[in-house]
């Protein structure tokens, strides 16, 4: 591995990519946990609208390669007024190789504005607590969720 920082942007995952994501998600959390398989399952679902984000490499030997992953998948929030229907910010995955770059935090903002130019009031996710809230999530606990 080199110090050297590929250069990279977040876009949209094509369905064709769904391999390199599944291979990327699996080396950032490790083979035990399957999120590939997860992924795969939740994007055949038909209720997913699309939302998976990529970052690529955009330059090199390796130009195109998935280096990270985010996807919005919706869920149903009960609420005392009424049943909202919410993104979910989960996966987050970033290569190994490529963790501690911001890769992470840019695919986090990346899908937030996804949602925001939606239309959508809020974002839920499924995570560390410590790590999300330097993005301005809070725990889900003292809202009654």
């Not at 007024?81 to 695919?107: C, F, K, N, Y």
């Not at 949602?115 to 301005?136: H, K, N, Q, S």
């Amino acid at each position: 591995m080199t110090d050297e920082v590929p250069a990279w942007t977040i876009r949209r995952q094509h369905p064709d990519e769904l391999a390199a994501v599944m291979q990327t998600d699996d080396l950032a959390f490790g083979p035990d946990e399957r999120i590939g398989e997860l992924v795969a399952a939740l994007q055949a679902d038909e209720s997913f609208t699309g939302d998976s984000f990529i970052a690529v490499t955009t330059a090199g030997p390796a130009k195109d390669a998935v280096i990270g992953h985010v996807m919005l998948t919706r869920s149903w929030l009960d609420t005392e007024d009424r049943l909202l229907t919410l993104p979910i910010l989960s996966p987050l995955a970033v290569h190994p190789d490529h963790q501690g770059r911001g890769v992470g935090e840019a695919l986090i903002a990346y899908a937030i504005g996804s949602a925001r130019e939606a239309g959508e009031i809020g974002v839920v996710l499924e995570g560390d607590p410590r790590y999300y809230r330097r993005f301005g999530f809070e725990p889900a606990e003292p809202w009654g969720l």
